[in-house]
């Protein structure tokens, strides 16, 4: 079976390969996530700093790796970088069910983080090289709903075999060597040359300015929605609502993240350059209902919609990174971009509680408060900013071809 591409074809099992890197993106500290309330058991000795280093050093090692990987990636040694990535995060995932201190652990989880750096600027980055045009994002789309599907799947799963022995939570670390031997197979298919007539040849170098923009405006959305991972558990303790259902709704959270990128050529077809506006509506309407409301089916409803908004906009963000630059530097353009996730992963909490302190809220419900008024201006923004690159989307995404 041969997959059309825009520019070509490829088989299925190159299709696969590509797949594979998307979904092991979503892996680093998933692991420990479900174990996080027993380390103080686990390593009594433990101190809350080592137990927080645990969580956001790889996260803080990936932020500079994405930036580097993307800056070698100009090369010709892409595949060399993805094995190397590919090749760390398996190995320190064995390290990790081998474990039996803290120090350890948290030595293992930094090289994790070097390992999934390198990784994820790659994830797109190959997509970007081997598809072009509505076929490039679509299968962005593709990427961002199978690395949430992958998200949600490997968190159910991480929780479950917890229960039975903690080490075994980090077996989902070595996915990632399944993708290493699957990876191995895309040398014997290289990506065909981007059309000349496509929008990268446009491009001499990257263009900062709209780079620049664009790492902005996936800042803020990701900002803006990231207040429902954090904050869900203590607003349902807040209502005397299970517990087990606030974990069900982040879960319905990222597969609504998910569902768009399985449709997105025929959403942005029917949205057109309203796309952004309409998915910064979604996220306002939702964090709104997410501060007001006390029912369990409406802050459900309220957290899908603002998944959905979210689903649309990262895959289209993805693409215009590409397109902003030539073919050889569209994965350093991505990297760029896609640091600006892992920014506001870190950031989102404190800045949250600074704006908190300024207003002297304790409410539960502030930061959904907050970032409702940060999306609604938003929205006004891309409404008005239309045809704008950035905020609007021109006739290149949704005319028939």
């Not at 609604?376 to 045809?387: D, H, K, M, T």
Request: hydrophobic share 50%; net charge positive.
């Amino acid at each position: 079976m041969r997959v059309k591409t825009g520019k070509g074809d490829i088989s299925l099992i190159t299709l696969i390969a590509i797949w594979s890197v998307s979904a092991v993106t979503s892996l680093p500290g998933l692991a420990i996530s479900p174990i996080l309330g027993d380390m103080n058991n686990i390593f009594p000795k433990a101190s809350d700093l080592e137990i927080q280093m645990l969580t956001s050093l790889p996260s803080l090692l990936i932020i500079p790796f994405v930036v580097v990987a993307g800056r070698l990636t100009t090369g010709q040694n892409r595949l060399s970088l993805l094995y190397t990535g590919l090749a760390i995060f398996t190995i320190c995932g064995v390290a990790c069910l081998l474990a039996k201190s803290m120090t350890a652990l948290i030595v293992i989880s930094c090289i994790l983080g070097i390992g999934a750096g390198i990784i994820i600027p790659l994830s797109t980055g190959l997509v970007v090289d081997y598809f072009t045009d509505s076929y490039r994002v679509r299968q962005l789309g593709y990427s961002s709903a199978i690395n949430n599907l992958t998200l949600v799947a490997a968190t159910a799963l991480t929780g479950y075999v917890a229960d039975i022995n903690w080490h075994l939570s980090f077996l989902v670390y070595l996915l990632p060597g399944v993708s290493l031997i699957l990876c191995l197979l895309l040398r014997r298919e290289s990506p065909a040359p981007e059309p000349q007539q496509s929008d990268q040849y446009k491009q001499s170098s990257i263009n900062y300015r709209h780079l620049i923009v664009l790492t902005v405006f996936y800042f803020v959305i990701t900002y803006a929605t990231l207040v429902i991972t954090f904050d869900t558990a203590f607003l349902f303790e807040k209502y005397h609502i299970k517990q087990e259902l606030a974990g069900v709704s982040i879960s319905l959270f990222f597969l609504a993240i998910m569902l768009p990128g399985l449709f997105i050529n025929k959403i942005i077809r029917a949205t057109r350059s309203y796309t952004n506006a309409l998915c910064c509506l979604c996220l306002s309407i939702g964090l709104a209902l997410l501060s007001v409301s006390k029912s369990p089916a409406v802050l459900i409803f309220g957290i899908i919609i603002t998944g959905l908004g979210y689903g649309v906009m990262q895959p289209l963000i993805y693409d215009k990174a590409a397109i902003i630059a030539p073919p050889q530097q569209a994965t350093r353009a991505l990297s760029i971009v896609m640091a600006a996730n892992y920014i506001a992963i870190i950031l989102c909490p404190f800045m949250i509680d600074f704006a908190r302190k300024i207003v002297h809220s304790n409410s539960e419900t502030f930061g959904f408060s907050l970032n409702a008024i940060v999306t609604i201006i938003l929205a006004i923004v891309a409404f008005v900013g239309r045809q704008n690159f950035v905020l609007g989307l021109d006739s290149s995404y949704y005319s028939d071809k």
